[in-house]
């Protein structure tokens, strides 16, 4: 298996990103799947191979931390070495964190059953949503976090309020920012929101920590001084 720093799990090297979507076969599974992106050798491994032991470990954590901060939480999560630096396994990771504070901070859920609706929920939205549909899936796992602990669904109604509205103020933190993508800086900024949104609509105070990235030097694409947790930035 090659360097991950970088972002290809075979040979290490740096991903392309295509227009338009073709039919690649997963370097692991060898099944067949419609994909926007391959290394620059044309390796490709699936969403499901990429992030099957990354989601088993955040599960572990997520179950077992007695933390009432999410962002603590993720980033624990986020050390461990099978969770990559970018990857759909964020799609998860992002609930996972927020579940486990919500829980310890004294939120009514039964947590393992809502960390294992919360995986199928969140491993259905692919790797790439960020540049590719507009709607980072750290937002939309925030949003999946919130449908589970009001009991949303489509035919809900203040509660499909509140989870359409909890994406759209995480989604709206991370557009401000920018891009390049970054898999860490959205899943801060998403997990910020939640915070936020958690202590004013369901009155439950998760706490909340000072973030600065350790991460950076991973990232390729980091934007420096305009991320909120580079470690340079101004306001820390």
């Known amino acids: 298996m090659g360097d991950t720093k970088k972002a290809c799990l075979i040979c290490g090297e740096e991903l ?6 073709i039919d690649m076969e997963c370097e692991f599974c060898h099944k067949k799947y419609n994909s926007n992106a391959s290394c620059v050798h ?5 969403d499901s191979c990429h992030g099957k032991q990354a989601i088993e470990r955040i599960r572990e954590i997520c179950l077992t931390s007695n933390s009432t ?3 603590e939480i993720a980033v624990h999560m986020m050390n461990d070495p099978y969770v990559h630096m970018h990857g759909n396994e964020h799609h998860v990771l992002v609930g996972a964190a927020l579940l486990a504070a919500f829980y310890n901070a004294g939120g009514k859920i039964e947590l393992t059953g809502a960390f294992e609706e919360l995986r199928k929920r969140g491993s259905q939205v692919p790797g790439g949503v960020c540049g590719f549909w507009g709607c ?4 939309v796992s925030s949003g999946i976090f919130i449908s589970i602990i009001t009991g949303s ?3 809900s109604i203040d509660e499909w309020g509140l989870a359409n509205r909890m994406t759209s103020a ?8 920018g891009g390049a993508r970054c898999c860490k800086r959205d899943s801060f900024l998403a997990i910020e929101q939640a915070i936020y949104f958690c202590r004013e609509h ?3 105070a998760m706490k909340k920590s000072n973030i600065q990235c350790q991460f950076f030097n991973r990232n390729k694409q980091c934007i420096g001084s305009r991320c909120p947790y580079n470690k340079h930035y101004a306001e820390f």
């Open 170 to 177: 995480s989604l709206k933190a991370i557009g401000e920012v």
């Open 153 to 155: 669904t489509p035919l």
């Open 136 to 139: 980072c899936g750290a937002a």
């Open 202 to 204: 369901l009155g439950v």
């Open 69 to 71: 901060d999410p962002l």
């Open 42 to 46: 044309g390796h490709y491994v699936c």
């Open 16 to 21: 392309n990103y295509l227009k338009h979507g």
